[in-house]
């Protein structure tokens, strides 16, 4: 996995004068959700969304730039070159200024995570003494990293049992609400003690080690087996696609979850969409292996423990 992941981001894990070349590649699986595409009921034809101008109708990429609005109606106008030359160490390097207790951050705060590898094999033995050494304090590395065009304050963790690193992107706190605010309404009184008390008996008795394994999208399975099913009855209609501008290769609606059913083991493979002016084929086609994947699967990665003994 550590070699065939795709990096997302490169650059240097800095502690004090340690600086250990890192690279990241994302915890989330994209393939793991079905796409929809909007689509023209009467012309079959995807429906695209185009960057127009009033009065002068779809805008060339190279004529877009970005604006900041500094008052209503007036802008500053933001080059890709001026942007580019923001001198920002965290560009580059995740600095990690502070450490605390997982417990200390509270959920809210998490946003994205990422997986943490070495960079080369020089990097991984400082790697593993970061990590083990976060392992063994119950401790998070807070620091800061600059990720598309924007500044981000991140959370650094050793991840599942202590195998590996992870790095959650974090909100700041002028992008939360005030919870003061939204919970003023909440009556402040202590409930009767005896309600108190069964209510934590009944979380005593439910409560267990956090297994993500356990649970499953029920939502997405049921989504699947309806393509199934649908896919089953023929029930497939030729979408005219038309190559996006620059060239880029439109993946058609049907094949998008032909390879998600395929994916997720459901078993016997839909039969081939018919082609434009021929009758549906009936029955299924043979079963058809997923297509191999680049890299094992990676363990789930758990989310800090927020208490140790």
Not at 56 to 79: R, S
Not at 91 to 96: N, V
Not at 208 to 216: L, M, Q, S, V, Y
Not at 231 to 260: I, N
Request: hydrophobic fraction near 35%; aromatic fraction near 6%.
């Amino acid at each position: 996995m550590a070699e065939s992941a795709r990096t997302f981001w490169k650059g240097h894990l800095r502690l004090a004068l340690v600086s250990i070349p890192v690279r990241l590649v994302a915890a989330e699986k994209a393939e793991s959700e079905i796409r929809f595409h909007q689509v023209d009921r009467n012309s079959k034809q995807r429906i695209r969304y185009l960057k127009v101008a009033p009065g002068k109708g779809e805008v060339a990429k190279e004529d877009i730039v970005l604006g900041y609005e500094v008052e209503p109606g007036n802008y500053v106008f933001m080059e890709d070159e001026e942007l580019d030359s923001l001198k920002l160490s965290s560009r580059h390097t995740i600095e990690l200024s502070q450490f605390v207790d997982a417990d200390e951050i509270e959920p809210v705060y998490y946003n994205r995570p990422y997986f943490v590898l070495p960079d080369g094999e020089v990097a991984e033995e400082g790697y593993r003494v970061l990590r083990d050494a976060l392992w063994a304090k119950h401790k998070v590395g807070i620091g800061q990293l600059t990720l598309r065009g924007r500044e981000h304050l991140v959370a650094l963790y050793p991840t599942g049992e202590g195998q590996g690193l992870a790095l959650d992107t974090l909100r700041y706190e002028t992008e939360l609400k005030a919870a003061d605010d939204i919970f003023s309404g909440i009556g402040r009184e202590r409930p009767r003690e005896d309600m108190v008390q069964m209510a934590e008996d009944l979380i005593e008795r439910r409560s267990e080690p956090f297994d993500a394994a356990k649970f499953r999208n029920h939502y997405a399975e049921a989504l699947r087996d309806l393509v199934k099913a649908k896919l089953g009855r023929g029930e497939t209609v030729p979408v005219e696609e038309q190559a996006e501008p620059g060239g880029a290769k439109v993946l058609d609606f049907m094949e998008a979850l032909k390879r998600s059913v395929a994916a997720s083991g459901g078993g016997e493979a839909p039969p081939e969409p018919p082609r434009k002016g021929e009758p549906p084929k009936k029955g299924r086609a043979p079963a058809k292996k997923p297509p191999p994947t680049k890299s094992a699967k990676p363990k789930s990665a758990k989310a800090p423990t927020r208490r140790r003994a």
